[in-house]
């Protein structure tokens, strides 16, 4: 059973930094998608970043140049290190895998696993 646990959530000031974690276990790294979704209030969830087993990387293009997602391979942990902050980046942000190669980013429904989710809180 794959699970998947984030972390590293909370509060910053616009333009600042945070950087979220998620480890994960019970499969194997090598044929999976990971990424991570956000879901702000009233909002519909969707994709922020995605890697793919061989470290290939796409993001949505309201992050692009501002986040990095990044895996620990050996550790199996997944990372989204979040630079130059913006308040609409509000949301509960979710970790997601999925046992196939990335398409882009992708949609909520092409994950199979996801995490509890983790809070992320910017002041203007």
């Known amino acids: 059973q794959v699970q998947l646990v984030e972390s590293g959530g909370g509060s910053a000031q616009a333009g600042g930094s945070l950087t979220l974690s998620c480890a994960a276990s019970g499969y194997t790294q090598s044929g999976y998608c990971l990424a991570w979704f956000r879901q702000g209030p009233g909002k519909r969830r969707t994709g922020v970043a995605s890697?793919?087993?061989?470290?290939?990387?796409s993001y949505a293009d309201s992050v692009e140049g501002r986040f990095t997602i990044s895996q620990d391979i050996a550790q199996k942990i997944l990372y989204l290190q979040m630079n130059n902050l913006k308040p609409e980046d509000t949301a509960m942000y979710y970790c997601?895998?999925?046992?196939?190669?990335?398409?882009?980013?992708?949609?909520?429904?092409?994950?199979?696993?996801w995490g509890q989710g983790t809070q992320v809180t910017v002041s203007s």
């Open positions: 890697i793919d087993s061989d470290g290939s990387t």
């Open positions: 997601a895998a999925d046992p196939a190669i990335c398409m882009g980013v992708g949609y909520e429904d092409e994950y199979k696993y």
